[in-house]
């Protein structure tokens, strides 16, 4: 099996800094792309950034210049570095990767259990 986990979320004032984590564990043979997603109460869930295995990055316009993603392919993780956050990135933070797992011949979506991200004003 192969499980997401996620790290790093939490309540912190406008203006600071959060830095969530997302490690895969289990048989993984190999790891595309990687996201991160967030779903504010109310709201449909979000693309915030993604990272393709060749290193292309997005980001969505919101969080420009503010968020870094990053990934260490060597530990199946990814992180997010979040600075000058706002009360409009308050949300629950999801994590996916494409996974291929050892013996497969595709790459399957795996998503992380999601992290409570909390900015106030």
């Known amino acids: 099996q192969v499980q997401l986990v996620e790290s790093g979320g939490g309540l912190v004032q406008a203006g600071g800094s959060l830095r969530l984590s997302c490690a895969a564990y289990?048989?993984?043979?190999?790891?595309?792309?990687i996201s991160w997603y967030r779903q504010a109460a109310g709201k449909e869930r979000e693309l915030v950034a993604e990272?393709?295995?060749?290193?292309?990055?997005n980001y969505a316009d919101s969080v420009k210049g503010r968020f870094t993603i990053s990934r260490d392919n060597a530990r199946n993780t990814v992180h997010l570095q979040m600075n000058s956050l706002n009360p409009e990135d308050t949300a629950v933070y999801y994590c996916n990767m494409f996974i291929s797992k050892i013996g497969q011949t595709y790459y399957a979506l795996y998503w992380g259990q999601g992290t409570q991200v909390t900015v106030s004003s």
């Open positions: 990272i393709k295995s060749v290193g292309n990055i």
């Open positions: 289990g048989n993984i043979a190999s790891i595309g792309a």
